[in-house]
């Protein structure tokens, strides 16, 4: 009882009975008024007829006319005077007309009833128009028709409609079934994908062609799998990842610290340079430890930002600054290019310098010879940066994945190079908390090209 099925084609069949009854019973009030309708205009005009054409009700032959005309139009008449007294019949014992109804005669006003027979107990509708002569009042002559004329059409079409309402109702019962499993069967086929992906299958993906709602919900589904299954990928590379990156700055740590302490070099000369080296690696941790912390707080939104208008040109050049002694002893040249009246962006200043610090720091990194090449311009509300570099570039298959934690393109040229891995994920984003973008292009051994993009402060507006 707690299939879809059942419970989907029991709510539509409820539905169609609740149209269908009601719609029924409308239907054959509606047949059944038509035919009694019809019957009673026609022995209203019958009866208004005759009763023009009697003159005297001592004329015999006129009344044994009148039952011929009755036993030809298979309807019965019934004549009475102006008391009531029955003058003719057609072998019908009906009773008495009222007063009210004799009176309402008398007025020249037509009377519609329902006769019963006395004997035979059938029922008849019967119309009745008063008999005047020289304007005066002298009987009624009422024309019957027996109410089986009109319940044998009403029955047959009530038959009609029932045999209808039944074949109607068994094609409702193959299209709801039809319906029904239709809809259900996908919500069966997402329902143990689902199970399957809570069990750790993850690979699992269900078909539904349809383009509504199951369709959008099959779609979610899948890339619910397919991003908990690149979320499962990526925490293991960084689980992966973050135990090489501490376990090798460690590794020369202890041991450089074991030849130290043993005693185990030939020259203060070489001690120093055991210490240096040891002072190198925990400076490297420190550093990979301080991007991860940044790098949580930004993920989980509690990093404190101190937005204000800001001139990009001032950041940037303090950063080109920094950079310029790097530069400078790998013989790498700078070109800068900035355009005159840069409007300020809303940003926090130390954050916007990391940002920039970190993308120069990448450029010298990467390239051996050549140059480094910054422009800065407004336009169309929006401050853009480009830092474009000579290096080696970045295959294009890698490009999609640079902003991940601890993705290298070459990961032993990158730690020998002394990167971390989180440097452009931090960059990221510190652009995004601040209300930019970031994107790049890149060309294996030609070089690579960072843009920057920030919104003018309010306001410059």
């Known amino acids: 009882m707690n299939k879809i099925v059942l419970k989907l084609g ?9 149209v269908l009854l009601p719609l029924g019973y409308v239907a054959n009030q509606i047949f059944t008024s038509f035919y009694y309708n019809q019957v009673g205009t026609e022995i209203d005009d019958l009866s208004k007829k005759y009763a023009r054409t009697i003159t005297s009700f001592d004329d015999e032959q006129i009344l044994n006319m009148f039952k011929t005309l009755a036993d030809l139009t298979n309807k019965d008449i019934y004549i009475v005077d102006s008391n009531g007294s029955v003058i003719a019949k057609t072998g019908i014992r009906v009773g008495d007309i009222s007063e009210e109804e004799m009176k309402q005669l008398s007025q020249g006003q037509p009377v519609r009833k329902k006769f019963m027979d006395v004997e035979t107990e059938s029922s008849y509708l019967g119309s009745g128009y008063p008999i005047t002569q020289q304007d005066s009042f002298i009987g009624a002559f009422f024309v019957l028709a027996s109410t089986n004329d009109v319940i044998k059409p009403v029955e047959k079409v009530r038959d009609l409609l029932i045999l209808s309402a039944v074949g109607a109702l068994f094609l409702a019962l193959g299209l709801t079934f039809i319906l029904s499993k239709k809809m259900s069967d996908p919500l069966l086929e997402m329902e143990q994908a689902t199970r399957q992906i809570a069990k750790g299958n993850l690979d699992i993906r269900v078909n539904i062609p349809s383009r509504d709602e199951l369709g959008s919900l099959g779609k979610a589904i899948n890339d619910l799998a397919f991003e908990t299954n690149r979320y499962r990928t990526n ?40 210490l240096s080296i040891i002072e190198d690696e925990t400076e490297r941790m420190v550093r990979l430890i301080d991007d991860l912390f940044d790098l949580s707080k930004m993920e989980e939104g509690k990093i404190d930002l101190h937005m204000a208008p800001t001139d990009l040109t001032e950041v940037l050049e303090a950063a080109l600054l920094t950079i310029k002694i790097d530069m400078q002893t790998k013989g790498l040249d700078l070109n800068t290019y900035i355009q005159k009246e840069i409007p300020y962006i809303e940003a926090d200043g130390l954050r916007l310098q990391q940002v920039l610090m970190n993308l120069l720091g990448n450029a010298v990194r990467y390239t051996e010879s050549g140059t480094i090449d910054v ?5 169309k509300g929006q401050v853009h940066v480009e830092i474009k570099d000579t290096g080696i570039g970045i295959p294009e298959k890698e490009l999609p994945f640079i ?4 993705h290298r393109v070459d990961k032993s040229r990158s730690r020998e190079l002394g990167g971390t891995g989180l440097g452009l994920a931090i960059v990221k984003n510190l652009v995004e908390l ?28």
């Open 375 to 379: 422009r800065v311009w407004y336009e």
């Open 10 to 18: 029991g709510t539509i069949m409820v539905l169609f009975l609740v």
């Open 403 to 406: 902003f991940e934690r601890f």
């Open 235 to 274: 925490r293991k590379e960084f689980f992966a990842n973050i135990s090489h990156e501490l376990r090798t700055p460690i590794s020369y740590m202890k041991g450089y610290a074991q030849v130290l302490k043993q005693g185990l070099y030939k020259t203060e000369a070489e001690r120093v340079q055991y």
């Open 434 to 461: 601040q209300n930019g973008t970031i994107t790049v292009t890149s060309n294996v051994n030609k070089g690579t090209t960072f843009y920057l993009h920030f919104p003018v402060s309010e306001e410059d507006l």
